[in-house]
């Protein structure tokens, strides 16, 4: 079985940051917000009302099952954006173990990462930002918390620094289990 890692987190908390650190050290990456994207692209709707559309007619692990059609036979994998215990348990049950890293960042942070990130589908005041904050809250991005097995406090870091966590963190999962 791969050592396979699921990052997950709010918006802004630097997910994407921590799973592309993972991918230089040998991760293979996959997407969940591209996914969303996709399907944003063929429905002819923003991302956020794509993600929303995609669980509501397909069911809660429909964006996992997407991606799992992706995942390519690496021993190493790193998946992006996992938004809710039922896309983790589909990765679970179709890769096996998966270790949960939850981001997180103050409010404050998150916002003006996003306000400076320039997607088309990030937010364009505080109240799309807090609205989007509600919604993947209620995808069941808080149980995640809970579930976590690694938090990373991505808040008044350097990149270096963050880095230098992550490749600790990733140093420590590659290590044989002790019994």
Known sequence: MPRVIAVAGLPGS???TVAKILERY????????????????????????????SR????????????????????RIVIDGVRSPEELEALEEAL?????????????????????RGRGDDPAS?????MRDLRELKFGLADLLARADYVVLNEGKS???LEAEVRALARRLDEPART
């Open 96 to 116: 096996g173990s998966v270790t949960l890293v939850y981001v997180v960042a103050s409010r404050r942070t998150r916002y003006q990462r996003l306000a400076g």
């Open 56 to 75: 509501l007619r397909e069911g809660r692990r429909a964006l996992a099952a997407a991606l799992l059609k992706r995942v390519g036979s690496s021993e």
């Open 159 to 161: 990149l270096e620094e």
């Open 126 to 130: 505080l109240s799309q930002f807090l």
């Open 14 to 16: 630097g997910k994407t």
């Open 26 to 53: 040998g991760y293979a990456y996959y997407c969940l917000g591209d996914i969303v994207r996709e399907r944003a692209q063929e429905l002819g709707v923003p991302p956020d009302k794509a993600a929303v559309l």
